[in-house]
């Protein structure tokens, strides 16, 4: 851990009158697991999206691997996106229509990476999240905890250097939680820098770092030295 990944430079955010994210300095550094918390509102999404360049800021800078962002380039910013970020929302997104292994072997193959490598890479992936003999399933056919975790898996398939889940527990049970907790808190072992939305006080303490968000502004910090 160490030099920064993404960087935010007094960012601010208006959505019509509303400013849902003001003044925030934000360092994400390689390696760390941030964990974000606050009140719904708060702008806690809005912020991942900015870090996620899904979205821009109204007002001032953001840099990926010290690289300033420059937001009207669209080609450059997916490129990033595609490549470096990896989503996990709290609703999974996965097409009703294929099986597992498809959902999470289709980013593989919208980027270019070959049939057969992207479907065995999709299988290594859902082996790695304890889906292993499940490829075949249809969403439909796994449960809530399993439908996420096909959804972490698809946000690996690019190998990305950071994930940024947002409430990814959020329409979980407890051993749900737990087992997609573990999950991240294994892929950040591994060196994957990870941001993640919670509301939950007890997941956000195992993080590195945990900043608080009140009113679009960052109003506790605290550092928690090492995860467990
Ligand atoms: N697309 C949007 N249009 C209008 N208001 C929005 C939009 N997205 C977010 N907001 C507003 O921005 C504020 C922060 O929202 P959000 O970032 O989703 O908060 P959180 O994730 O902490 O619940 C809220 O007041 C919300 O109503
Ligand atoms: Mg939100």
């Not at 007094?10 to 550094?29: A, F, T, Y």
């Not at 010290?66 to 009207?72: L, Q």
């Not at 498809?102 to 304890?130: D, Q, S, Y």
């Not at 502004?217 to 550092?223: A, K, Q, W």
Request: charge should be neutral.
């Amino acid at each position: 851990m160490g030099e920064a990944l993404i960087s935010l430079r007094k960012v601010s955010k208006r959505i019509g009158s509303e400013e849902v994210l003001k003044d925030i300095n934000l360092e994400v550094k390689r390696g760390e697991f941030l964990s974000i918390t606050g009140a719904s509102g708060s702008g806690k999404s809005s912020l991942l999206y900015i870090m996620g360049l899904l979205d821009k800021p109204s007002e001032g800078e953001v840099l990926f691997e010290n690289s300033k962002i420059n937001f009207s380039d669209e080609r450059e910013i997916s490129r990033i996106r595609n490549r470096k970020v990896g989503f996990v929302f709290q609703f999974h997104y996965l097409l009703p229509e294929f099986s597992a292994l498809e959902n999470v072997a289709l980013p593989m193959l919208k980027g270019g990476v070959g049939k057969r490598e992207a479907f065995e890479r999709a299988r290594e992936l859902l082996e790695k999240v304890g889906l292993g003999g499940k490829e075949g399933r249809r969403p439909y056919q796994l449960s809530g905890g399993e439908q996420q975790r096909v959804s972490i898996a698809r946000a690996l398939a690019n190998e990305p250097l950071v994930i940024l889940a947002d409430e990814p527990t959020g329409n979980l049970d407890s051993k749900n939680t737990e087992v997609v907790m573990e999950i991240f808190m294994k892929l950040n072992s591994e060196g994957r820098t990870v941001v993640m939305v919670t509301h939950e006080e007890n997941l956000a303490r195992r993080a590195h770092r945990r900043i608080e968000l009140k009113d679009g502004r960052i109003f506790h910090e605290e550092l928690q030295g090492l995860h467990g």
